[in-house]
């Protein structure tokens, strides 16, 4: 009488990576297959090029449970930078949870637009103050392009600081970035700024509902309300930055892709002068910068 033959648990990469999508897929989760090889060669630590030349040479048994948990949380709609634990921004790894909102490569173009100043470039020690900073991941990649500028991250949320203070130290520019625990500009005294930049929330609220489930269940709302007409963060910004920037200072946010004539009038209001929107690789517009007369 023939044996009946017991399947034997996937324990290579390459196996596990197929078992994985197959888990995704079957909970409707998009982009199950990248989700997949992103995850397993992760722990596998291999690229995903490398993936699947690993051929049935099997993980531990560390590796596997890491890998289990992993497709467990991904299944509930958790994203993938929270449960590998970092994100990549402007070329560096940020750690990432609950704590902040994950880095967007959208955030990169705010980011090269104040690098590309060349009046903030003739600064030689300047501060630049990063309000609503979260990860921290905006005030890092500043501080590591521009060596001799001194950085001063503010969120409103204690948990939200002590991740960026995690990342400065992370990259070695803690000696160098300051954290404030405050409400946008309201603690800076007059004319003390250098430069202001932020990644306000810019999002209106009728639109939160129709995020992705995986923004709206795990990142936090606060990063991303901007009240009724996305702008409500923005309104109480610029008016502080006018006060917090010494004359001449630059005002750069990044905004929603409808937003920009809106934000214009506010910065021309407050005092702003040289305005100018940078569009996005999508061709959107995302950042708005202008300078303090």
């Known amino acids: 009488m023939p044996q009946t033959q017991v399947p034997v648990p996937a324990r290579g990469a390459p196996a596990l990576c197929r078992a994985t999508e197959a888990y995704l897929h079957a909970r409707h989760v998009p982009q199950a297959r990248l989700l997949s090889e992103w995850l397993v060669s992760g722990i596998a630590g291999c690229s995903r090029l490398e993936l699947y030349g690993r051929g049935d040479e099997p993980l531990s048994g560390e590796q596997r449970a890491r890998i289990a948990r992993g497709r467990a949380r991904l299944g509930a709609g958790e994203p993938l930078q929270y449960v590998e634990g970092h994100a990549e921004f402007m070329g560096h790894r940020f750690r990432t949870d609950r704590r902040a909102f994950i880095p967007r490569p959208e955030t990169e173009g705010l980011v090269e637009r104040v690098l590309?100043?060349?009046?903030?470039?003739?600064?030689?020690?300047?501060?630049?103050?990063?309000?609503?900073?979260?990860?921290?991941?905006?005030?890092?990649?500043?501080?590591?392009?521009?060596?001799?500028?001194?950085?001063?991250?503010?969120?409103?949320?204690?948990?939200?600081?002590?991740?960026?203070?995690?990342?400065?130290?992370?990259?070695?520019?803690?000696?160098?970035?300051?954290?404030?625990?405050?409400?946008?500009?309201?603690a800076?005294?007059?004319?003390?700024?250098?430069?202001?930049?932020?990644?306000?929330?810019?999002?209106?609220?009728?639109?939160?509902?129709?995020?992705?489930?995986?923004?709206?269940?795990?990142?936090?709302?606060?990063?991303?309300?901007?009240?009724?007409?996305?702008?409500?963060?923005?309104?109480?910004?610029?008016?502080?930055?006018?006060?917090?920037?010494?004359?001449?200072?630059?005002?750069?946010?990044?905004?929603?892709?409808?937003?920009?004539?809106?934000?214009?009038?506010?910065?021309?209001?407050?005092?702003?002068?040289?305005?100018?929107v940078t569009r996005d690789l999508a061709g959107k517009d995302r950042v708005v910068c202008g300078y303090r007369t």
């Open 116 to 186: 590309a100043c060349t009046s903030l470039r003739a600064v030689r020690q300047p501060l630049i103050v990063d309000v609503g900073t979260g990860s921290g991941c905006v005030a890092v990649a500043l501080a590591l392009a521009r060596p001799a500028a001194r950085l001063l991250a503010i969120d409103l949320k204690a948990p939200a600081l002590e991740l960026a203070r995690e990342n400065a130290a992370l990259h070695k520019v803690n000696g160098r970035t300051a954290f404030l625990l405050g409400d946008l500009l309201e």
């Open 188 to 276: 800076l005294r007059p004319g003390s700024a250098t430069a202001v930049v932020s990644n306000p929330p810019y999002i209106a609220r009728e639109e939160l509902p129709r995020l992705p489930l995986t923004v709206r269940r795990y990142e936090p709302h606060e990063a991303l309300d901007g009240g009724p007409d996305g702008l409500s963060a923005i309104r109480r910004l610029v008016p502080q930055a006018a006060q917090a920037l010494r004359r001449g200072g630059p005002l750069f946010m990044e905004i929603g892709e409808n937003q920009a004539d809106a934000v214009k009038a506010l910065m021309h209001e407050a005092g702003f002068a040289r305005l100018d």
